[in-house]
T-cell receptor, first 114, second 116 residues
Framework: DADVTQTPRNRITKTGKRIMLECSQT?????MYWYRQDPGLGLRLIYY???????NKGEISDGYSVSRQAQAKFSLSLESAIPNQTALYFC?????????????FGPGTRLLVL | GNSVTQMEGPVTLSEEAFLTINCTYT??????LFWYVQYPGEGLQLLLK?????DKGSNKGFEATYRKETTSFHLEKGSVQVSDSAVYFC???????????????FGQGTILTVHP
């Protein structure tokens, strides 16, 4: 079984809808991250969480919110989806106590906003 | 702020050709440097890393040397295979001691296609 899972893997939604992308991990890592990937722009950090009570904005947090429901779960919400949020979204984890610099990625969620 | 710049892609090579993907960075302090690889339909996975100047990271025949004087971390492989076709990302990590230690900044990615 994959250590970092994301659901759904693909999602089509309409402008103005609220949607949630979920990430779960079985690695026991304390840190979790949400990125979006756009062609030619690499990965950009949306939000990150260093533990359950610590959530921080990344470079492109506008229009997004997150929830760290447990150490193993980190959800990303689009409050009112817009077409320029069409992208590939990745969740990642890392372990501060063993190797905080190496991140482990989920398979991604491909989101299309019409 | 920190930034990573990768060579423009895509890169198309024949099998057994030599590969170089350039990566330069701008950062305060002494970040760790990484190459991540993304195979089609998958998430990113760590390919190699280097944590201090002159360190060489290596894995699966790929190598990269941390050059502080030129702020570079170029990826090389002597003989590529079709299975190396993927997107390659250079990244740096915030250095230890700061509140953001462990955050990664990525380059834009370079698409590599290897033909038989």
């Amino acid at each position: 079984d994959a250590d970092v899972t994301q659901t759904p893997r693909n999602r089509i939604t309409k402008t103005g809808k609220r949607i949630m992308l979920e990430c779960s991990q079985t690695k026991g890592h304390d840190r979790m991250y949400w990125y979006r990937q756009d062609p030619g722009l690499g990965l950009r950090l949306i939000y990150y969480s260093f533990d359950v009570k610590d959530i921080n904005k990344g470079e492109i947090s506008d229009g997004y919110s997150v929830s760290r429901q447990a150490q193993a779960k980190f959800s990303l919400s689009l409050e009112s989806a817009i077409p320029n949020q069409t992208a590939l979204y990745f969740c990642a984890t890392s372990d501060f106590h063993r190797d905080s610099e190496t991140q482990y990625f989920g398979p991604g969620t491909r989101l299309l906003v019409l | 702020g920190n930034s990573v710049t990768q060579m423009e892609g895509p890169v198309t090579l024949s099998e057994e050709a030599f590969l170089t993907i350039n990566c330069t960075y701008t950062a305060t302090g002494y970040p760790s440097l990484f190459w991540y690889v993304q195979y089609p339909g998958e998430g990113l996975q760590l390919l190699l890393k280097a944590t201090k100047a002159d360190d060489k990271g290596s894995n699966k025949g790929f190598e990269a040397t941390y050059r502080k004087e030129t702020t570079s971390f170029h990826l090389e492989k002597g003989s590529v295979q079709v299975s190396d076709s993927a997107v390659y990302f250079c990244a740096l990590s915030e250095p230890p001691g700061g509140t953001s230690y462990g955050k990664l900044t990525f380059g834009q990615g370079t698409i590599l296609t290897v033909h038989p």
